[in-house]
């Protein structure tokens, strides 16, 4: 594959940023149980190696910027929920959550390496200034969530939604070990973790939010939990 040229213009920069997250991606998708080294990432960007590091350090922050942008990708998305003039439901909730962090392939095992490793092997400086920009974005959909459900509480939306992405992620992780371990525990008929994630974590989920917000009743029933903006008083 012929090597691209340097990328010059800001948008170009930003082209070239989003191409070799791109490869990451589709490297990480295809072998979700390791990292892809800066030299296949650049073989599959159709970059010099030497061009992949002038954007990333090492593999450990190009996953990190991989994970980062699935996560924006989600606030965006759940913020023009909340600006909707109307009530909003659980459905529509959950529905940006699972088509961002649960139904992308490799999302829930990209959150899984990026959660781990800036507890290691990532350096404190990048793990700090992605946890700073993270959490001025949850800061912000927490304030607009707490104007749908004003029972919240200052402070409790933001908290509501990291109780949820914790959520998201540990189950996955209880239900999804990795593959040798997975075929021991099926050989061992370990049905504890043989679950359906879709509808394990929707019910999780959902009890979360109902028992913070408005707890219901019936939890087998289709989801009654609504915000109450834009409704006349």
């Given at each position: 594959?012929?090597?691209?040229?340097?990328?010059?213009?800001?948008?170009?920069?930003?082209?070239?940023?989003?191409?070799?997250?791109?490869?990451?991606?589709?490297?990480?998708?295809?072998?979700?149980?390791?990292?892809?080294?800066?030299?296949?990432?650049?073989?599959?960007?159709?970059?010099?190696?030497?061009?992949?590091?002038?954007?990333?350090?090492?593999?450990?922050?190009?996953?990190?910027?991989?994970?980062?942008?699935?996560?924006?990708?989600?606030?965006?998305h759940f913020m023009e929920l909340m600006a909707a003039d109307g009530p909003v439901g659980?459905?529509?909730?959950?529905?940006?959550?699972?088509?961002?962090?649960?139904?992308?392939?490799?999302?829930?095992?990209?959150?899984?390496?990026?959660?781990?490793?800036?507890?290691?092997?990532?350096?404190?400086?990048?793990?700090?200034?992605?946890?700073?920009?993270?959490?001025?974005?949850?800061?912000?959909?927490?304030?607009?969530?707490?104007?749908?459900?004003?029972?919240?509480?200052?402070?409790?939306?933001?908290?509501?939604?990291?109780?949820?992405?914790?959520?998201?992620?540990?189950?996955?992780?209880?239900?999804?070990?990795?593959?040798?371990?997975?075929?021991?525990?099926?050989?061992?008929?370990?049905?504890?973790?043989?679950?359906?994630?879709?509808?394990?974590?929707?019910?999780?989920?959902?009890a979360l939010w109902s028992g913070t917000i408005a707890p219901l009743a019936d939890m087998?029933?289709?989801?009654?939990?609504?915000?109450?903006?834009?409704?006349?008083?």
């Open positions: 594959m012929a090597l691209k040229q340097r990328a010059i213009a800001v948008e170009d920069k930003e082209e070239r940023r989003q191409a070799i997250l791109d490869a990451a991606e589709k490297l990480f998708v295809k072998h979700p149980e390791r990292m892809a080294s800066v030299s296949e990432v650049a073989e599959a960007a159709g970059l010099a190696k030497g061009t992949v590091y002038l954007y990333f350090p090492g593999k450990e922050e190009m996953l990190l910027a991989l994970h980062e942008r699935h996560t924006r990708a989600f606030f965006s659980f459905d529509e909730i959950f529905a940006v959550a699972h088509e961002h962090f649960i139904a992308p392939p490799g999302a829930l095992a990209l959150t899984s390496w990026c959660f781990a490793m800036m507890d290691r092997g990532m350096p404190l400086e990048a793990a700090v200034a992605f946890k700073l920009r993270i959490g001025a974005i949850v800061a912000a959909a927490g304030t607009a969530l707490e104007r749908h459900f004003p029972t919240l509480g200052s402070g409790n939306g933001a908290r509501l939604l990291q109780h949820s992405l914790a959520l998201i992620v540990g189950l996955w992780q209880f239900v999804h070990p990795n593959q040798r371990f997975a075929r021991a525990l099926d050989r061992a008929g370990a049905k504890v973790f043989m679950r359906d994630y879709d509808h394990e974590i929707r019910a999780a989920i959902y087998d029933a289709k989801p009654r939990l609504k915000s109450v903006r834009g409704k006349k008083s």
